[in-house]
């Protein structure tokens, strides 16, 4: 029989690995964050001052806010709608349930660097599909650069996340629709119950786990996305797209500002943190 010190001796090797790869690091970028660097050399102790000047960046406050509205807009969107569209899914014949399944995941498994450049190109202002297709319709009036004015760009960016996320959202609640007792939906089909009233009495409360599991993961990815926005606009025009991730590399990389790059680095992994422990307890309770 398994003891509880056997278990942690299997978990040995991997703790180890994670404790060097991944702990060292982090306590590495936390003592960073303590020193005023220059270019890439340590300079003087100056403890918590690169944390007073997080008081008055104001491109570090324009960037938690993009990434808390993309939070926001994530989780109303591809979660919603993913859930409807996965309920509506699991009363249909199974082989269109994978056809269809397969379908919306599609845009899942295409790295973000790489629709981020496809999106680019729809959203293009000269030769874009979005623009030919509004002036198409009789709406060429709304056409416009997406990604290079203040008002629509990181709406447009969102766009393409969720159009990424969407699919992946439709299989996770398609899948735990599927785990659930037909007996229950079947004894609320003979009193009577519309298909709204199974979906809001029945479905949306049995799939709290996985809304929350979606929840956490769409606001974590939110947190530390990178990749789609540095390849479409470099957190520009300005500052309308600027996210954390793309300021501390920039902090990083082009000013070379080690210690105030760690600094954001330190905030942005307590939000993440923060946000996995308040899911966390709220999938532990009843």
Request: include cysteine; charged fraction near 10%; hydrophobic fraction near 60%.
């Amino acid at each position: 029989m398994l003891t509880t010190r056997s278990a942690y001796l299997f978990l040995a090797p991997s703790l180890a690995l994670y404790l060097l790869f991944v702990g060292l690091p982090i306590l590495q970028v936390f003592g960073f964050s303590f020193f005023d660097w220059d270019n890439g050399i340590a300079g003087d102790f100056i403890g918590l001052a690169n944390y007073g000047r997080l008081l008055g960046d104001g491109v570090f406050w324009t960037a938690l806010w993009h990434n808390a509205i993309w939070v926001v807009l994530t989780l109303a969107f591809p979660l919603l709608a993913g859930l409807v569209i996965a309920a509506i899914l699991a009363e249909r014949n199974a082989n269109v349930v994978r056809w269809l399944g397969a379908i919306y995941f599609i845009p899942r498994t295409i790295p973000l660097v790489v629709a981020g450049i496809i999106w680019g190109w729809i959203y293009n202002p000269i030769f874009g599909l979005l623009n030919f297709g509004l002036e198409a319709v009789g709406l060429g009036g709304l056409a416009g650069a997406w990604l290079a004015q203040d008002n629509t760009a990181l709406l447009s960016l969102n766009v393409v996340g969720a159009w990424t996320f969407f699919g992946f959202c439709v299989i996770i609640y398609l899948a735990a629709i599927q785990s659930i007792d037909p007996a229950l939906y079947e004894a609320a089909s003979i009193d009577g119950a519309s298909w709204w009233r199974k979906f809001r009495d029945l479905t949306v409360p049995l799939l709290r786990g996985s809304t929350l599991f979606l929840g956490l993961y769409a606001a974590i990815e939110a947190m530390r996305f990178f990749d789609l926005v540095w390849v479409t606009t470099q957190g520009g025009p300005g500052y309308a797209t600027e996210v954390l991730t793309t300021h501390i590399y920039k902090t990083f990389f082009l000013v070379g500002d080690f210690g105030y790059a760690a600094t954001l680095s330190v905030v942005l992994l307590i939000i993440v943190l923060s946000i996995s422990a308040g899911a966390f307890a709220l999938l532990r309770k009843p």
